[in-house]
């Protein structure tokens, strides 16, 4: 059996949580997302484990928490761009500091387009939430920055449109049917 994709449950994590929403998650193993568990925990997320499923409720409460992106089994880089759109919204103010990738920090200027109060400063990000986002026309740069787009937008008042969605497809296997099916108003145009 194939190991299920850590970074495809915290992105399902995430989105219960920026949506105020409740997702059993099946079929994945917890302690390969426990740093992000973790974190979302600190946040005020309530995320319970039951053997192979992960169950997530937001409550649309969220209080920032900093994090620090490190090799597993360190909080994923690859989670850092969800976990800052939940931040956008989190009361307070967070730092993500980004030690694994350089230049991993594309989807800042497209969740400023949104209303985001985000500042970059060498492999920090400084983030003050902000009262709610609203929908704009964005640009996805890489698969990270499409998740974390799709995350912002279903948690935005409008509509968001988001070109160059194709990056999603290397990480993610129809993350659009995913969320269409447990509630999101989503759809892949061609």
């Known amino acids: 059996t194939i190991i299920p994709d850590r970074i495809e449950t915290g992105t399902f994590m995430v989105a219960a949580a920026i949506t105020g929403g409740e997702l059993l998650l099946k079929d994945t193993v917890p302690q390969h997302s426990e740093a992000l568990i973790v974190k979302l925990r600190e946040l005020g997320v309530e995320v319970e484990e039951k053997g192979s499923s992960i169950l997530v409720r937001g409550n649309g409460e969220h209080r920032s928490v900093d994090i620090s992106t490190s090799p597993?089994?360190?909080?994923?880089?690859?989670?850092?761009?969800?976990?800052?759109?939940?931040?956008?919204?989190?009361?307070?103010?967070?730092?993500?500091?980004?030690?694994?990738?350089?230049?991993?920090?594309?989807?800042?200027?497209?969740?400023?387009?949104?209303?985001?109060?985000?500042?970059?400063?060498?492999?920090?990000?400084?983030?003050?939430?902000?009262?709610?986002?609203?929908?704009?026309?964005?640009?996805?740069?890489?698969?990270?920055?499409?998740?974390?787009?799709?995350?912002?937008?279903?948690?935005?008042?409008?509509?968001?449109?988001?070109?160059?969605?194709?990056?999603?497809?290397?990480?993610?296997?129809?993350?659009?049917?995913k969320l269409l099916r447990v509630g999101a108003n989503i759809e892949r145009l061609k």
């Open 72 to 177: 597993y089994p360190g909080f994923p880089t690859d989670m850092q761009a969800q976990f800052m759109a939940l931040l956008t919204t989190a009361q307070g103010s967070a730092v993500v500091t980004e030690n694994v990738f350089e230049n991993r920090f594309m989807h800042v200027a497209e969740m400023k387009r949104m209303g985001a109060d985000i500042k970059v400063k060498g492999k920090s990000a400084f983030v003050k939430g902000v009262k709610e986002l609203s929908g704009a026309p964005l640009m996805a740069t890489d698969l990270r920055a499409s998740a974390s787009l799709i995350l912002a937008a279903l948690a935005a008042n409008g509509e968001s449109t988001i070109s160059r969605v194709y990056h999603l497809d290397r990480g993610y296997e129809r993350i659009e049917e």
